[in-house]
């Protein structure tokens, strides 16, 4: 069983930035981000492979958000900058003990094991 707990969530103007973190209680192959604003889906952020580095994006946040871990804490955070509106959302950790092959389609599978319970990202116009 793997902990996560994330923070740093909160209101922005747009154009603004901020910094999400988790904490894993254990050290984990793939960690990813993922967000779901009220009446819409799920959907897959980012995505990192632990011991590689490897990272993965969705098309929405390339360019502006930055997915980064600390294995020797942890830790996985996502930075995000240039925040628009529409990145309103409730935004998850999620883990599992996959391989890199899985771990780069895990935006779409989101079959991921362990989830946190949320942090939430306002972004004002």
């Known amino acids: 069983q793997v902990h996560l707990v994330e923070s740093g969530g909160g209101s922005v103007q747009a154009g603004g930035s901020l910094r999400l973190s988790c904490a894993a209680s254990a050290y984990i192959t793939c960690l990813g981000w993922f967000r779901q604003a009220p009446g819409k889906e799920r959907e897959g952020v980012a995505a990192i492979y632990a011991g590689s580095g490897y990272t993965y994006y969705a098309d929405s946040v390339k360019g502006r958000f930055t997915i980064s871990r600390d294995t020797a804490v942890n830790t996985v955070s996502l930075q995000m900058n240039s925040l628009k509106p529409e990145d309103t959302a409730l935004y998850y950790c999620?883990?599992?003990?996959?391989?890199?092959?899985?771990?780069?389609?895990?935006?779409?599978?989101?079959?991921?094991?362990?989830w946190g319970q949320g942090t939430q990202v306002t972004v004002s116009s």
């Open positions: 999620a883990a599992r003990a996959a391989s890199r092959s899985w771990c780069a389609a895990s935006l779409l599978l989101q079959d991921f094991a362990y």
